[in-house]
C-alpha cells in the first residue's frame, strides 16, 4: 500500500492563479479530509468528506473547493490563490472518521506570491 | 475560542527522564488522537482514544472524558522523541477534528 499521497510537493503560485492539489489513499478509507497547517496556529480543517459524493465545509473552507468523485481520490481545488493561502497543506484519511487511525499524506508545501 | 488546550506548549528535557503533555478540550468528542509531526513534517498517528489508558512501547496515553482531559505520557525520553506532539479531540456532532497548536519537545543526549 502507498498510503496517502499527495502532489505536488512544493508549488509556488503566483497571486490569482489556480491550481489543484491532489491527494489519493489506497486503503478504501471513506473518510478524507484536507487541513492548513500555519506556525503557530496547529492543523485547521478546511473540508472534509464522509464518503464518495459527500463533502463538507471545515472551519476555514473560503477559497478552497473539494470533490469527491471516487473513495479514492479528493483533490482540493485553490480558485484564486491569495497569498493568505500560503501554508502546508495536508490531505488525511481513515477508515472511520475520528473512530479510526488517522493517516496523513507527506504535505504540499504552497507559496503565493 | 480554543477548543483544544494543549501544556507545555515547549519542552526540554534530559534524555531518560519522563515526559507529560497534557490536554484539555472544551467540546464533546467521541475519540481524541495524539499525533506526532518530527521536523521534516510528516505527521503520524500514535494513539486513538475513547477512554481509559493505552500503551505503545515507551508511550502511554490517557483519558478522562468526564474531566475533558488527555495526557500523554512518555518514559525514559530519547532523543529520537524530539519532535512536535498534537492533541486532536474528534467531535461527537461535528464530524470532525479540533487540533491544538502542538507541544515541541526536544530531547538533549
Known amino acids: 500500500n502507498a498510503g496517502v499521497t499527495q502532489t505536488p510537493k512544493f508549488q509556488v503560485l503566483k497571486t490569482g492563479q489556480s491550481m489543484t492539489l491532489q491527494c489519493a489513499q489506497d486503503?478504501?478509507?471513506?473518510?478524507m479530509s484536507w487541513y492548513r497547517q500555519d506556525p503557530g496556529m496547529g492543523l485547521r480543517l478546511i473540508h472534509y468528506?464522509?464518503?464518495?459524493?459527500?463533502?463538507d465545509q471545515g472551519e476555514v473552507p473560503n477559497g478552497y473547493n473539494v470533490s469527491r468523485s471516487t473513495t479514492e481520490d479528493f483533490p482540493l481545488r485553490l480558485l484564486s490563490a491569495a497569498p493568505s493561502q500560503t501554508s502546508v497543506y495536508f490531505c488525511a484519511s481513515s477508515s472511520s472518521g475520528g473512530a479510526g487511525e488517522q493517516y496523513f499524506g507527506p504535505g504540499t508545501r504552497l507559496t503565493v506570491t | 475560542k480554543n477548543e483544544v488546550e494543549q501544556s507545555p506548549q515547549n519542552l526540554t528535557a534530559q534524555e531518560g527522564e519522563f515526559i507529560t503533555i497534557n490536554c484539555s478540550y472544551s467540546v464533546g468528542i467521541s475519540a481524541l488522537h495524539w499525533l506526532q509531526q518530527h521536523p521534516g513534517g510528516g505527521i503520524v498517528s500514535l494513539f486513538m482514544l475513547s477512554s481509559g489508558k493505552k500503551k505503545h512501547g515507551r508511550l502511554i496515553a490517557t483519558i478522562n472524558i468526564q474531566e475533558k482531559h488527555s495526557s500523554l505520557h512518555i518514559t525514559a525520553s530519547h532523543p529520537r522523541d524530539s519532535a512536535v506532539y498534537i492533541c486532536?479531540?474528534?467531535?461527537?456532532?461535528?464530524?470532525?477534528?479540533?487540533f491544538g497548536t502542538g507541544t515541541s519537545l526536544t530531547v538533549i543526549p
Open positions: 486532536a479531540p474528534f467531535s461527537n456532532t461535528g464530524n470532525q477534528f479540533y
Open positions: 468528506s464522509v464518503g464518495a459524493g459527500i463533502t
Open positions: 486503503m478504501n478509507h471513506e473518510y
